[in-house]
């Protein structure tokens, strides 16, 4: 990455995490890196932490299709970040030696409301936010498909399908897929309300729209990753796989595969 070179930390500001920066900072100018204070002038994203760092740096930058993310890790090595802390003086000559390569992640496109799309790189979750079940039509391509009813749905990606997805049972995606997967929260089936009951893929030229019934029970809490949004009275979200792709800076050895076998086999 020699065109590279204008880097921007993202981490929480705590006074541990602040002295570990400030040795960073110095590592990464002795390589001839600039560092900016400005995402706007940033070429490198650097989000230290686990995943949910990486999750809110993405999130807090609106996922910049002109920067390459890095995720450093402080405990353990993640789903997107393969570097450790203490090595990144490793990492930062690997960066110039070619040793890391930067691969493209998908990411969905979710629009509640009509209003302007948020974009995921996990997944984008709807849960009844009471004891009460949600109801929502499940409409592909703008075709009613099912009914649910229970306590919520998750569309992910195929990034996000060892997280959230994977809890309930959904199947782990290979990221060459480009797709998002559906996947039930405790659908109640009977002879009244029936879904698929199993979880779904749908290809990159798919459109899904969930429709929240609203029925005075209706108190649906959206995920968007791991940020909760807000919205009172939502009455439907718009999903499909976004032409918008990350790019993330990884080891050459460590596939998607070997990280699966690392933290679930
Ligand atoms: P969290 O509740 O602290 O972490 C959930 C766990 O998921 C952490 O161990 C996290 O890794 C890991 N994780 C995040 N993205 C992953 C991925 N793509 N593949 C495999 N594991 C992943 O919340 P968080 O760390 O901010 O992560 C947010 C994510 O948690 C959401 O996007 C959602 O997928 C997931 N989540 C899962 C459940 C569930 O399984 N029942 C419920 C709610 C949310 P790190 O330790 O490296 O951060
Ligand atoms: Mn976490």
Redesign the pocket.
């Known amino acids: 990455m020699p065109n590279r070179k204008n880097l921007f930390f993202f981490y929480k500001q705590t006074p541990e995490l602040k002295e570990k920066i400030a040795h960073l900072r110095e590592l990464a100018h002795n390589n001839g890196f600039q560092i900016v204070d400005e995402i706007k002038e940033a070429n490198i994203i650097v989000s230290i932490g ?3 760092a990486f ?1 809110q740096a993405l999130r807090k930058t609106n996922f910049k299709e002109d920067c390459v993310y890095v995720g450093v890790n402080i405990d353990q090595l ?4 393969d570097f450790m802390i203490h090595e990144v003086d490793k990492m930062l000559e690997s960066m110039k030696s070619e040793q890391v390569e930067v691969r493209k992640y998908s990411t969905i496109e979710v629009t509640i409301d009509e209003e302007t799309p948020y974009y995921c790189i ?2 984008c979750s709807i849960r009844s936010n009471v004891i009460k079940t949600l109801v929502i039509e499940v409409l592909i391509d703008d075709q009613h498909f099912e009914t649910f009813r229970g306590d919520g749905m998750i569309v992910s990606t195929p ?2 399908s ?3 997805n994977k ?1 309930v049972r959904g199947a782990v995606v290979d990221p060459r897929l480009p797709s998002m997967q559906v996947s039930e929260i405790a659908s109640i089936n009977n002879n009244d309300y029936r879904t698929l009951g199993t979880s779904f893929l749908l290809s990159d030229d798919r459109k899904l729209r969930l429709q929240i019934v609203q029925d005075g029970n209706d108190h649906p809490i959206i995920g968007l ?2 940020e909760a949004m807000s919205i009172r009275h939502a009455r439907q979200l718009e999903i499909k796989v976004s032409p918008r792709q990350i790019k993330v800076l990884k080891l050459k050895h460590n596939s998607f595969w070997e990280k699966v076998q690392r933290k679930f086999l």
């Open positions: 686990g995943d949910n999750l993640g789903f997107y970040t996990n997944e990034t996000g060892t997280a959230y809890s990753d791991n």
